[in-house]
C-alpha cells in the first residue's frame, strides 16, 4: 500500500505561481510513475502530468492547456514529487491529487484508471 499526501495549494490571482507536491513515507514511491490529476466542479477528472521513476524510463507529459507554465519534478532523496504552476489561469482552478502507478509514464493519454494509489488532494483556487 502507497499512502501519498499532497501540499502546497492555495489561493493566488492570475498570472501567479505555486508549487505542489506528493510526497510518501515510503521508499518505494520512487519505483513509480506519478501523475497529477485535477478535478474541477461539474467536471470530469482529467490528467495534468506525468512523470516516470526515472528519465531512462519515459518522458515527463504534460497536458497540452499546461505546456510550458507547469513543470513536473521529482526528488527520489526525498520521496517527492513536484508540480511548479506558473502564469495561472482562472480556469486552473480545481482540487488537484497526485497518483500513483507501477510503470513509466510511456504512451499515449494519461487516465485516472491506470493509477492505483491516490492521495486526498489539495485545492488550488486562482481569482482576482
Known amino acids: 500500500q502507497l499512502h501519498l499526501v499532497e501540499s502546497g495549494g492555495g489561493s493566488v490571482q492570475p498570472g501567479g505561481s505555486l508549487t505542489l507536491a506528493c510526497t510518501s513515507s515510503?521508499?518505494?514511491?520512487?519505483?513509480?510513475?506519478i501523475g497529477w490529476f485535477r478535478q474541477a466542479p461539474g467536471k470530469e477528472r482529467e490528467g495534468v502530468s506525468c512523470i516516470s521513476p526515472t528519465s531512462s524510463d519515459g518522458p515527463t507529459k504534460y497536458e497540452d492547456s499546461v505546456k510550458g507554465r507547469f513543470t513536473i519534478s521529482r526528488d527520489n532523496a526525498k520521496n517527492t514529487v513536484y508540480l511548479q504552476m506558473h502564469t495561472l489561469r482562472p480556469e486552473d482552478t480545481a482540487v488537484y491529487y497526485c497518483?500513483?502507478?507501477?510503470?513509466?509514464?510511456?504512451?499515449?493519454?494519461?487516465?485516472?484508471?491506470?493509477?492505483?494509489?491516490w492521495g486526498q488532494g489539495t485545492q488550488v483556487t486562482v481569482s482576482s
Open positions: 497518483a500513483a502507478r507501477d510503470f513509466p509514464c510511456s504512451g499515449a493519454g494519461l487516465y485516472a484508471r491506470d493509477f492505483g494509489f
Open positions: 515510503k521508499s518505494t514511491f520512487n519505483y513509480f510513475g
